[in-house]
């Protein structure tokens, strides 16, 4: 099937969420809140809104940058005494934090623009100390929590023909088709848009990461800035980052 018979662009719904002035728009939320079944968006906000959402991403680089800003001997060292050394000046700080927060406006952009050349991974750590964390593979379209799972299972028992895989997916073969939607958009093959139909399959955790990483950069920035609920983590050690694929949250 090339084009959706009934077409919503969730894309653009949930780029309307957060309002001109960094408020809920409480039309938009309500009309969400209906669409979506079994109280769906309001638990995906709920994850959204818990504190444990998080974006790894390993930076290749990491290792050849810190090679290089330790590789100055003691003689290239400008000659600085302890009191400087201990009590860094308020310039120096201002130009570390505009510094970081550059750097993290440019990450969010690319994780929009450029999502494929990254190499990152989204956790959402669950509130039970001793269970683990849940990742979510948003270009896939999967989770590894129990719900997503019993939710793909029933669909495989149910609609054994044709596959489950021609009943979820579709894709844009025309070329002259191209849709602005994010929402459920699955990893590229072949040049063509392939799509996921998420009103089978979908859990709160996609849900939550779909609503900040599939519509603008602007809502990215809202929960990890404004509301501080969203949490986007560089990682340069590689033992750091291989520990995220034994399921440990670091």
């Known amino acids: 099937m090339t084009t959706r018979q009934k077409y919503i662009d969730y894309s653009q719904l949930f780029s309307q969420l957060i309002d001109e002035e960094d408020e809920m728009n409480e039309t ?48 290239d060292a400008p000659s600085v005494s302890t009191a400087e050394a201990s009590e860094p000046s308020s310039t120096s700080l201002n130009d570390i934090f505009q510094s970081s927060h550059t750097k993290e406006n440019s990450l969010v952009e690319k994780l929009y623009t450029e999502p494929h050349s990254l190499t990152y ?39 054994e023909e044709p596959s489950l895989y021609s009943q979820a997916v579709f894709e844009l073969i025309d070329e002259s088709e191209h849709l602005e939607d994010k929402f459920g958009l699955l990893a590229p093959r072949s040049g063509h848009q392939r799509f996921f139909r998420h009103e089978l399959v979908m859990c709160p955790h996609l849900l939550a990461f779909g609503l900040i990483l599939e519509t603008r950069p602007a809502m990215l920035r809202y929960f990890i800035e404004k509301r501080s609920q969203v949490f986007l983590i560089t990682i340069q050690n ?3 980052w291989l520990k995220l694929h034994l399921n440990i949250v670091v």
């Open 238 to 240: 590689v033992d750091e």
């Open 121 to 159: 991974r989204l956790i959402v750590k669950q509130e039970e100390l001793k269970s683990p964390p849940i990742y979510v593979d948003l270009p896939h379209w999967f989770c590894s929590c129990d719900e997503f799972n019993e939710l793909f299972k029933q669909e495989m028992l149910e609609n």
């Open 28 to 75: 938009v939320v309500s009309f969400l809140y209906h669409l979506f079944p079994n109280e769906l968006f309001v638990r995906g906000i709920s994850v959204l809104e818990s504190g444990n959402m998080f974006i790894y991403v390993l930076e290749k680089d990491g290792k050849e940058l810190h090679s290089n800003s330790s590789s100055s001997t003691d003689n």
